[in-house]
Structures are given as structure tokens and as C-alpha cells.
């Protein structure tokens, strides 16, 4: 037993070490409840965007918590608040003195309207003569102006009390904000964040917790205080910021606060063909003699895949296939970290231009597989060419160098190859997990836990469909004709075990737009689906024929023809304003004021929603907080375990028995409860999922959240639609 | 010492000694007198007593749209200035005070006396405001002995 664990753990290192670097939020996804713990070291050791991290802050997957965080988007929001909240605390008048600033030098500077201010924050003669203007603004009325931090003040100061009463002192400051910046300021900076974290600053998702925080704190603190980005926050939100100048520099700076101190020494760059000197932007203008293009595109030198340890250090050759696989927003991103500034559109342009050079042709077609050029199979026309190609966007000599140093213009040869050969090994390796013993494949209940968890084998079949299908949507991706419907037919049936309804759907939706035949597809779909529903009634506890069916009904529903009608026994969401049975609360417990009350509304949010939506209603128009968590708190205790829905621990002994009963009835607390409709007193009319994650912070938030979330991965698992 | 310290307290302190002082913020002293239930924000000012004048008092009016609107960003919805007036007093310095109300982030209506005062050797800001009661504009002195 020990021999094939170790084997196993052997195995899953070597072929992770060599396998296609994919998003890891992709393989993340809750609903595959994978092995996040395997699937995090897999990942960073895997995922191009953690290659540059500095050790101390690469996170380690120490634990199953640390994995997990590794895609939990709403931590950053978080972890920002958890930065700025001392920022707030010290500064809550200065903050609003800094806005109201603003608003006297736009106010008197008529800078008014939506256009004059993007030009102000963006062009800075406008700017100056704007501000000459504005400050002829009289004393008085700029006092007057002012005054508006002292209402703030004094507002702010009413709250602070109640809130530290309710709340406590820790979360009373950003608690006492109410609708005062939340919603225009820190709302949108935590949008903000996300954004940057996850479109900007791919790394950020490689760094450990501490790590993250520091980064996070670092961003916060540049991103509050010059009062152009606040502003622009302000007027015109999280798009707003981008336009303002300054803006990219700040994050490529943020980008490299994460990387290595020591970056590796720059790979060999890119080389001609059968050379094994590197040669360099310069050698656009050398006497190195033109060869030949390869008769096929060659792999790239690679890491041995047989001696892949935890411990391997990177090489130049690694880094250079690393920068020459990303895709055209992370070489852009990249670009900006080597060159340390922010990237003009035509810059941009060039850098994408000189990338393709070897991979399409003139017309911007792409070159059959075995005509492409990259690293090692170059031209020298190539080389001349993208030197050509950066000069004339304005690059100096030392930038282009740099960027063809590092890989940063070039691609690696036969990259698409070398994806098509580790999709195969994938999909071999899910092929050998399917013919293999059936009987590892299942879930695995716990029942004096009530935990419900994969086998390790689900868990390593999973993973090798996911790879399988990201490779072979790939290649699909790159080739034309027979060659793409072939692979994206091979990338849908390696998703249907994924157990990830994203790279299903992309598969599917990749076979259409390359001229795959969608009758056919739909048919053979619906004969498998007929073929696994009779295998599973036969072997129930079979985890990858559940996978399958999960997969097959997804395309069935969203490709097939559309289904008769059923009367569903969900009841319809009533939305409602006010509440028509005015449930009675303890304004400071936030309890119900008699067990009865409490009675009524647990029936009620298994049945017909008619008193459990007064009550919630009622929570929420509440003056003080309390009534809702203490509501929320006491739903999330009656109907779920550790986050799981209860129903899913009591009676999943076979858990393909008694679905439809069990899937009515989580969509039934999803009805009444998450998206129950609420009004809250602004006036919104929203669910109450919404106006929580709003009003709630810290581990009330996080219940809450976690609980949503199993709730929909069980819905989806049982093939219902959350 | 400390009763030196007393008087020269008692003679700079320009509000009725009924206001306790409360929270504290970085440019902001808050004051509360807690019976008749009335919030106090003092803040110091850059205004001189030149600059209190009628002209100064017509341009700053025209600015009670711009606070309204981006007061709601600030915790105080629908700011109304319902009077305003600028006294001028040999012995008292000038004060601009204005009256009206705003809607709290309770939806409470809280009514306000705002004052801009300035004596050729000092200025200062205070703003009055109470969920109870309603000001008179002509009896700011009841909140406000300069």
C-alpha cells in the first residue's frame, strides 16, 4: 500500500511537472471538490505566473486552507479591507478633506462634466489651468465647501458609537460607515483590487498569506493616496482608474515587488535554427548567415521530464518557453515588467506584431503546425523582422534587446506540439483510470463526520480530464479545419470527466465555431447519456459515471433541444416590499422575540417562503444589524453542517438515490433564503444574498459565503441550476 | 497653573459650556450638549474676516447644489439650506450662519445651523446639528456667544 502511494505521488509530480501550465482558478473550482492540496502543488509548481516569485513568498500549500485560498477571489476584497482599516481609522476626516478637495478645485475649475474630468485627470496642462481657475474660487465659498467634512464628521461620530456598541471596537470603523464612503469608495476600491489581483497581477494568486497581505497593503496605499486616482474612483468607478495616468506604472511596479530579488540571468534569446550561440536584437543587423527553416517545427529544449524533482531549479531555457507560451495579455503584462513602464496602444500592438512573426503569415493566417518558427528555428528575416517591427513603434535599441532577450517577442517552437503530446499523455492517463478498478472510483462518505469527499482516484481523474481538455481546446485553438474539430471532439470528451462545467461548455462551444457537426454531437451526447444512466442504476456508487451524466446533462441542456416543460415544485420568488406579518426581533440579541416566531420561519424556509421572506424583511429594514445575522446565523446552524447542506450528510449513504427529493429541496432554501427578495432601507430591491454580503464582514461573511457556495456545488452536482 | 490654564480655557471657548467635548477626529473636535441633545463639529478655518463679505456670502450660496449633491457621499442625504444670513458685529466679528437640514444614514431628519465666523484676529467653523429640535437662525447666540 505504502509502495503505490509513494508510486502514485511519484507519478502525480512527474506528470504534473511536465504538464500544460493552466489557470489555476480553473481547476479551483469548488464544485470539483478536488484535492486542493495536490492540485495547489501542482499548480504553483506548474502555472507560468508563479515562476517568479520571490521563495519566502511563494506559497507553500501547507495546508488545505492555503490551497483553497489560492481562487478565493472575495479574500482580496478582505484582505484589503483588513490593510485599509487602519488607514480609515486614522484618517476618516482627512480622507473626506482629501475628496472634498477635489470637488472644490473641479467645482471651481467647471470641470464638470464626465469628458472634462477624464481630461483632467489625464492631461496635466488642462489640469493646471483648471487648478488656476479653481483657486480663484473665494475663501468663503471654499470654506463652505469644506463644511462638508465636518457634516461627515459629525455623522460619522453618531455611527462610531452605535456600531462600537454593536459591533465591537475592531470592526466598528469600517462598520460605522454605512452608506457613507462603502458604496462609492471602498466598495469600488475592493472592486478594484480583485480586478488587479486577478486581471493585472497574475501572480498574485502564487504568493503565500503574508505575502499577499504585504502586496495588497502596498497596492492600497498607492492606490488611496494620490487624490487623482481617488477621485476618479469616485466619479466614474473601477474603469475610471484606468485611464488615469500613472495607473499602469503603479501596477507594474506592484507586479515587481512580488518577483525574485535575483532574476534568473536572461535566457538564450532568439536563436537561429541549428545554432546553439544566442543571438540577439542585434543580430538583425549581424553577418549570421540565413538557414533554412526546419523541415518541422522542433521542440524547444525542455526540462528532462525524466529527472523532474520539487527542488528543480529554473532554467534560462525554462523562463524562455515560460515568456514565449503566455498569452497575448500576459505577454503584454509582461512586457511591462522587463521594461518597468506602462505600454502606449501602438507599443502594444508592436510587441503582438513581433510575437506573430513565425506563427501566422502575411495575411495573419496561422502557419500550418510544421511551417511555424520559434526559438531555435528562427530565420534570420525573423529576427530582422520583429527588430524592425519594435524599433518602428518607437523602441529604443536597449528595449528591443530586452524584450527578444527575454522571449518576450518570440514564441517556442513547436510549442503546439509538444501541448499535443501532454494531452495525450493525459488523456491516457484518464483512459487507464477509467478501465481500471471501478470500485476506486467513488465519493467516500464519512458518516460519523457527515463528510462527503472523492476518492483519490476521482480526484486524479478529474485533474487528468482537465488537462486533457485544456490541451486539446489548445490545440483546437491553433489549427484549422479536420485537424481542430478532431481535437476539440477529444477535448469534450476528456472534459466530460472534469467535472467542470467551464471547460465542458468551451469545449463544446470551441467543436461549434471550428465547423464540428452540432446535430451529430447532440445525438451521440443523448445515446451516452442513455447508455450512463442505465450503468449507473446498475452501479450506483460509480463516481466517474456521475461525472459523466453530470457532463452529458449540462450539453444536453444547453446544446439539445429544448425540454417539455415540467411543473416545477419550486415556488416561484414573490417579491415584496414591506412585510405583511411583522416578525418581532430583540433589537440587541437580534433573536426572535418567542420560539414560536423562530418555528414558523424554519418551516416556512423549507415550504412556501410566505413567513420566512417577512422575517428576513424585517431583519433587514432593522435599525441595528443584529436581527439579520443573528437570522442568518441561525438558518446557516438549521440547515447546514460545516457549510455542507445538511440534507446532503443525512442522506447520502447512496447518493444517487433520492436525488430529485434532495435537489427540490436545496433549490427550495436557495428560493427562500439566498435569493430571498428583500428591500433594504435605500430603497434597493435586491436578494437577500446581495444585501448580506453588503452589510456582513469577517467570519459572519465567510458562513455565509461558504454555505452559498456548497449549496450551489451540490445543486449543480445533482444537475440542477442554482 | 492649572487654574491659569481654566480661565485662558473659559475665555477662548466661544460655545456655551452646556457642550461637552466628545470623539475626536484629525481636524475635527466634536462637542455634544447631551439635555437639549445638540451635536457640536468645530474646526479651525483659513477664512480672514476680509473675506467674510457680502460678495463672498453670494458666490458661496451658489454652492448649496454642489453640496447637496455630493454631500450623499459624505452620510448626509437631501442638504437643505433653508436661510441664510451674514451678521456683522463690531464687538462679535462677522458670522456667516446658515440654517436648514439634511436626512441622516438613518433616514433621521437632522436640522443644522452652520457658522462661518471670523474677528480680524481669529476665525473658525462650527457646525450646529440636532435630530430634536429645529434652529433659529436669528438666535444663534442661544448655541454660539462669540
Known amino acids: ?223 488611496i493616496m494620490p487624490p487623482a486616482v481617488l477621485f476618479s474612483l469616485l466619479k466614474a468607478g473601477a474603469n475610471g482608474v484606468r485611464g488615469v495616468r500613472g495607473f499602469e506604472g503603479l501596477m507594474t511596479n506592484a507586479r515587481q515587488t512580488f ?163 501532454e494531452a495525450a499523455e493525459a488523456s491516457a492517463r484518464r483512459q487507464s483510470l477509467l478501465a481500471g478498478d471501478p470500485s476506486l472510483l467513488k465519493y ?110 449540462q450539453i444536453q441542456r444547453k446544446f439539445g433541444p429544448p425540454e417539455t416543460p415540467v411543473a416545477t415544485p419550486v415556488p416561484e420568488p414573490v417579491i415584496v416590499a414591506q412585510p405583511k406579518t411583522m416578525f418581532g426581533f430583540n433589537a440587541n440579541s437580534g433573536e426572535f422575540t418567542s420560539p414560536n416566531l423562530r418555528t414558523l420561519y424554519d418551516r416556512s424556509i423549507l415550504t412556501d417562503s410566505t413567513k420566512s421572506r417577512d422575517a428576513l424583511q424585517t431583519a433587514v429594514n432593522a435599525q441595528t444589524n443584529a436581527p439579520l445575522f443573528i437570522t442568518v446565523k441561525h438558518t446557516l446552524d438549521t440547515f447546514f453542517d460545516n457549510g455542507w447542506p445538511k440534507k446532503v450528510h443525512t442522506k447520502n449513504s447512496n447518493p444517487l438515490l433520492d436525488r430529485d427529493a434532495e435537489l427540490r429541496s436545496l433549490q427550495t432554501i436557495n428560493q427562500n433564503f439566498f435569493k430571498a427578495i428583500v428591500t433594504n432601507n435605500t430603497g434597493f430591491t435586491r436578494s437577500l444574498s446581495q444585501e448580506y454580503r453588503d452589510r456582513a464582514w469577517g467570519g459572519n461573511y465567510q458562513a455565509f459565503e461558504r454555505a452559498e457556495r456548497n449549496l450551489h456545488a451540490r445543486i449543480r452536482e445533482l444537475g440542477g441550476t442554482p | 497653573m492649572l487654574i491659569t490654564l481654566f480661565v485662558s480655557y473659559v475665555h477662548a471657548f466661544i460655545i456655551p459650556h452646556r457642550f461637552t467635548p466628545a470623539e475626536q477626529f484629525d481636524g475635527v473636535t466634536q462637542y455634544q450638549d447631551k439635555k437639549a441633545k445638540i451635536d457640536l463639529s468645530v474646526s479651525p478655518s483659513k477664512l480672514t474676516f476680509e473675506d467674510l463679505t457680502l460678495q463672498g456670502v453670494d458666490e458661496a450660496s451658489k454652492l448649496f447644489k454642489v453640496k447637496a449633491e455630493y454631500g450623499e457621499m459624505f452620510g448626509f442625504k437631501k442638504w437643505k439650506a433653508t ?22 444614514l438613518q433616514g433621521k431628519v437632522v436640522h443644522f445651523l452652520e457658522i462661518y465666523w471670523a474677528t480680524p484676529k481669529r476665525s473658525q467653523e462650527f457646525l450646529f446639528t440636532s435630530e430634536v429640535t429645529a434652529f433659529d437662525l436669528e438666535k444663534y447666540t442661544e448655541v454660539f456667544k462669540p
Open chain 1, 1 to 223: 500500500m505504502r509502495l503505490f502511494f509513494l508510486s502514485f505521488i511519484s507519478f502525480f509530480f512527474v506528470s504534473t511537472a511536465v504538464a500544460e501550465c493552466f489557470p489555476i482558478r480553473r481547476i479551483m473550482d469548488p464544485s470539483s471538490r478536488a484535492n486542493f492540496k495536490s492540485l495547489c502543488q501542482a499548480a504553483v509548481k506548474c502555472d507560468p505566473a508563479c515562476q517568479g516569485i520571490e521563495t519566502s513568498k511563494l506559497i507553500n500549500c501547507s495546508s488545505t486552507q492555503e490551497a483553497n485560498s489560492l481562487l478565493n477571489t472575495e479574500n482580496i476584497g478582505r484582505k484589503f479591507l483588513t490593510c485599509a482599516r487602519a488607514f480609515f481609522v486614522d484618517s476618516m476626516v482627512d480622507l473626506a478633506n482629501t475628496i472634498i478637495g477635489l470637488i472644490k478645485s473641479l467645482v471651481g475649475a467647471a470641470v464638470d462634466s464626465v469628458t472634462s474630468i477624464v481630461r483632467f485627470m489625464t492631461d496635466s496642462d488642462f489640469r493646471a489651468r483648471a487648478l488656476g481657475r479653481g483657486n480663484q474660487m473665494s475663501e468663503l465659498a471654499s470654506a463652505f465647501l469644506s463644511g462638508s467634512a465636518r457634516n461627515f464628521g459629525t455623522e460619522y461620530s453618531k455611527n462610531f458609537t452605535a456600531a462600537r456598541k454593536r459591533v465591537g471596537i475592531i470592526n466598528a470603523p469600517l462598520a460605522a460607515l454605512g452608506d457613507t464612503l462603502v458604496k462609492p469608495f471602498i466598495k469600488m476600491v475592493t472592486d478594484l483590487m480583485s480586478q488587479i489581483a486577478h486581471r493585472q497581477i497574475s501572480q498574485f494568486r502564487c504568493l503565500n498569506s503574508a505575502a499577499k497581505q504585504e502586496a495588497i497593503c502596498a497596492m492600497a496605499g498607492g492606490l
Open chain 1, 259 to 421: 518577483a525574485a530579488r535575483t532574476r534568473p540571468t536572461p535566457p538564450p534569446s532568439l536563436t537561429l535554427s541549428g545554432r546553439s550561440s544566442t543571438t540577439t536584437a542585434s543580430a538583425a543587423s549581424s553577418t549570421v548567415r540565413p538557414r533554412r527553416p526546419a523541415a518541422s517545427a522542433q521542440p524547444a529544449p525542455s526540462t528532462p521530464s525524466s529527472t523532474p524533482t520539487r527542488t528543480r531549479t529554473k532554467t534560462p531555457e525554462d523562463e524562455l518557453r515560460r515568456v514565449g507560451a503566455l498569452d497575448d495579455t500576459a505577454r503584454l503584462t509582461e512586457a511591462e515588467t522587463v521594461l518597468g513602464r506602462a505600454l502606449t496602444q501602438e507599443e502594444k500592438k508592436a510587441i503582438l506584431d513581433a510575437h506573430y512573426i513565425g506563427i501566422k503569415d502575411a495575411d495573419g493566417n496561422l502557419l500550418p503546425l510544421a511551417e511555424r518558427r520559434g526559438f531555435g528555428t528562427y530565420e534570420r528575416a525573423d529576427i530582422r523582422q520583429k527588430a524592425e517591427q519594435l524599433y518602428g513603434a518607437g523602441f529604443s535599441r536597449e528595449e528591443v534587446r530586452l524584450l527578444m532577450e527575454r522571449g518576450v517577442a518570440g514564441a517556442p517552437a513547436g510549442d503546439i506540439a509538444q501541448i499535443m503530446a
Open chain 1, 444 to 553: 467516500t462518505e464519512y458518516e460519523n463526520r457527515r463528510v462527503v469527499t472523492a476518492s483519490p482516484e476521482i480526484k486524479e481523474l478529474q485533474l487528468e480530464s482537465y488537462t486533457a481538455s485544456r490541451g486539446y481546446q489548445r490545440v483546437a485553438r491553433e489549427t484549422e479545419g479536420a485537424e481542430a474539430i478532431e481535437a476539440s471532439r477529444r477535448a469534450i470528451d476528456a472534459s466530460t470527466t472534469s467535472m467542470d462545467p467551464e471547460v465542458i461548455f468551451e469545449s463544446v462551444d470551441l467543436y461549434q465555431r471550428k465547423g464540428g457537426d452540432m446535430n451529430l454531437l447532440v445525438s451521440t451526447n443523448k445515446t451516452r447519456l442513455d447508455e450512463l444512466k442505465t450503468q449507473a442504476s446498475q452501479n450506483p456508487n460509480n463516481g466517474a459515471i456521475r461525472d459523466e451524466i453530470f457532463a452529458r446533462e
Open chain 2, 83 to 104: 436661510r441664510h444670513k451674514l451678521f456683522d458685529d463690531p464687538n462679535q466679528g462677522r458670522s456667516w450662519v446658515i440654517e436648514g437640514n439634511y436626512e441622516s
